[in-house]
């Protein structure tokens, strides 16, 4: 076929019916949607907390949502052995033990919602309604089924959802964020630093370091063999189908190309421009003044100014003579860059400035034929492609190797070994839809046809997983000799910045040095342009009047923290940055009390796990 949790404490009320919303649209649409199927084992419970089970199919969907979001996050399919290094697996069950906990408790406390509204909830759901905007029951019993879950399942849940939420809201609801922490907090974040930066380049070395020898190189490279050393790959083997592979094949005849360069003509017969700036003004006294004032020497960037405006604001671009109406006449009458006016304009009088005279451009039939005739070729080519989809469709289904396709099909057969992390691709690969395809290609996938954005087609099959294999000496020298030159280069630079910071220390100016940049009101989350993170890191832990170089590859400097300015007290930005910080204090201060309530809860009731049904559920997915 063509291809192309945690709960979070919020007060009562209308927020309650949104967390519940949430949770039905993401068992219903986002977990059935990513294809989770219920636990094959014989057990069904991975183990519980009191008298509250934590079924064996509930951690499998929930692990398998986790699975499929790191999949979509990294867009590669990925195993249960690699989220299980990222902890995922404990993560997962920890939030499970931690629901059951509170549902244990919200049992034992005979909290609950009623069956009317359970009904409501589900009856307001999108996903359960009909064609008429209505609930509909087969659309429900429809959407669970996808879900793999049945009705008595999902309304347990749901009304669990619900007390639970109860629960949640009744232990971490209220917190107000101590004035201290809020205060303290808000002096952090708001302090700003005001600072002078020297950057050194290769003009302030004496000598420059020497060209590398191959010994040298060689060094280098085994030194530094990571840097030199190809990605994990996927060697896949794939077919395709572009159009400027058969565009010249595809007919085009003159008159079809006559007919669209009359319909286009605009594009290529195109009269004489100018570059133009218009300044309205409200009257013609006004204009006048303006244009005297012009004439007695003030620049035209003045009178814009003045007018409380910009160069971007008063730029017509390349406009032709009808384009200007009135004034057309007396502007294209410029023959060199000037200012004409007052003359009258769609707004009002304004000063024109011509800027420069644009020559009319003509481009012939006969220039323009071989362009229009391979627009003309790759669109046909594009629809005989999408003819061809259909036939090489039914060719996969029906077993046909990539070779076949070569052989009945006129497709290209290639090879590439695909790197995910490749931040340049190139050739095949720079293709989208073809990276998505691979990305997702796993061992034992048959292969499928890919439709991509151009109107090719490809069809990919895994061959291998490569390992990450070292580039050859050789084919990495180019890059090695860059890297080199780059680190002896930053090394030298570094010893020359060392020096300049002691004479600076002893008395010397930085200005001595070269130029200095000054910055000022730099607050902790700022970046300055050129230079690495570690200069904001550095700036906030000196003092007024520290000196310290700066070092990272390709950039050295020497920075002097000038000032330390307090956050302000008073002011919008103030105030909004102070709630802002309550706020989430507050989040974090509920969000602690939850877990430490929801641990309690648990270590009274006890929780017990069957390590060998994890195990198992484990052992489904790989």
């Not at 699975?67 to 989220?83: C, D, E, V």
């Not at 362009?371 to 999408?386: G, H, K, N, P, V």
């Not at 009945?408 to 290639?414: S, Y």
């Not at 520290?546 to 950039?555: K, N, P, S, T, Y």
Request: net charge negative; proline share 4%.
């Amino acid at each position: 076929m063509t291809k192309d949790t945690e709960d979070t404490p919020r007060k009562k009320g209308k927020g309650s019916q949104i967390i519940v919303y949430g949770l039905m649209a993401m068992l219903v649409a986002g977990l059935g949607g990513f294809g989770i199927t219920n636990f094959s084992g014989g057990a069904t419970a991975i183990g519980k907390v009191g008298e509250r089970e934590i079924t064996a199919n509930k951690y499998a969907r929930a692990l398998q949502a986790e699975l499929n979001a790191l999949s979509a996050q990294f867009g590669t399919n990925m195993t249960l052995t690699q989220a299980q290094s990222l902890g995922v697996d404990r993560r997962v069950l920890a939030s499970l033990v931690s629901q059951a906990a509170l549902d244990n408790e919200a049992q034992r406390l005979g909290l609950s919602v009623g069956d009317s509204v359970i009904a409501d909830q589900i009856s307001q759901t999108p996903a359960f309604q009909g064609t008429a905007g209505k609930f509909d029951r087969e659309t429900y019993r429809f959407a669970l089924d996808r879900a793999n879950m049945t009705e008595s399942e999902f309304e347990a849940d749901l009304r669990a959802d619900s007390a639970r939420q109860l629960l949640t809201g009744a232990v971490a609801g209220g917190f107000v964020a101590p004035q201290a922490a809020v205060d303290t907090f808000y002096a952090w974040v708001g302090e700003r630093r005001g600072f002078s930066l020297l950057q050194l380049t290769t003009q302030d070395l004496e000598t420059q370091p020497a060209e590398p020898t191959d010994e040298e190189l060689k060094a280098f490279y085994e030194a530094n063999i990571a840097q030199f050393t190809a990605p994990e790959a996927k060697r896949i083997t794939y077919v395709s189908l572009l159009p400027e592979d058969i565009a010249a094949n595809q007919a085009v005849d003159d008159e079809t190309l006559r007919r669209l360069y009359d319909e286009r003509i605009s594009e290529f017969v195109q009269p004489e421009k100018r570059l133009v700036e218009r300044l309205v003004y409200p009257s013609q006294e006004e204009a006048e003044a303006a244009k005297a004032r012009l004439d007695a020497g003030e620049s035209f960037e003045t009178l814009v100014s003045d007018r409380g405006l910009t160069l971007d604001d008063v730029d017509l671009g390349d406009v032709g003579k009808d384009d200007l109406g009135a004034a057309g006449e007396a502007v294209f009458a410029l023959a060199e860059p000037g200012v004409v006016g007052p003359l009258e304009s769609d707004f009002g009088p304004a000063l024109f400035r011509m800027n420069a005279i644009l020559a009319a451009q003509e481009v012939t039939f006969d220039e323009a034929k071989p362009d229009l005739a391979l627009e003309i070729q790759m669109d046909a080519a594009r629809r005989t492609i999408s003819d061809q989809v259909d036939a090489i469709d039914d060719l996969l289904a029906g077993g046909a190797s990539l070779e076949d396709l070569v052989k009945e099909q006129g497709m290209t057969l290639g090879s590439i070994d695909f790197a995910v992390s490749d931040e340049a691709p190139s050739g095949i690969a720079a293709y989208p839809k073809f990276r998505e395809a691979a990305a997702a290609i796993q061992e034992g996938d048959f292969p499928e046809a890919v439709l991509l954005d151009d109107g090719g087609l490809v069809a990919l099959r895994l061959e291998e997983i490569v390992p990450p294999t070292p580039i050859p000496f050789d084919d990495a020298k180019t890059d090695v000799t860059l890297a080199y030159k780059l680190d002896a280069m930053t090394k030298a630079l570094s010893e020359r910045a060392i020096e300049v910071k002691a004479a600076v220390e002893g008395g010397a100016s930085l200005g001595a040095y070269g130029i200095v940049s000054r910055t000022a009101n730099f607050a902790r989350e700022s970046a300055l342009e050129g230079a690495p993170p570690t200069l904001a890191e550095a700036v906030f832990a000196m003092q007024p009047g520290d000196l310290r170089v700066i070092e990272a590859q390709g950039f050295v400097g020497i920075v002097r923290l000038d000032e330390i300015t307090a956050a302000a007290e008073e002011g919008e930005d103030a105030t909004a940055l102070k709630e802002t910080i309550a706020l989430q204090l507050e989040q974090a201060i509920a969000q602690d009390a939850l877990s430490l309530y929801s641990d309690a809860m648990s270590n009274e009731a006890g929780l017990t796990l069957d390590q060998a049904v994890i195990n198992a559920i484990h052992t489904n997915f790989n």
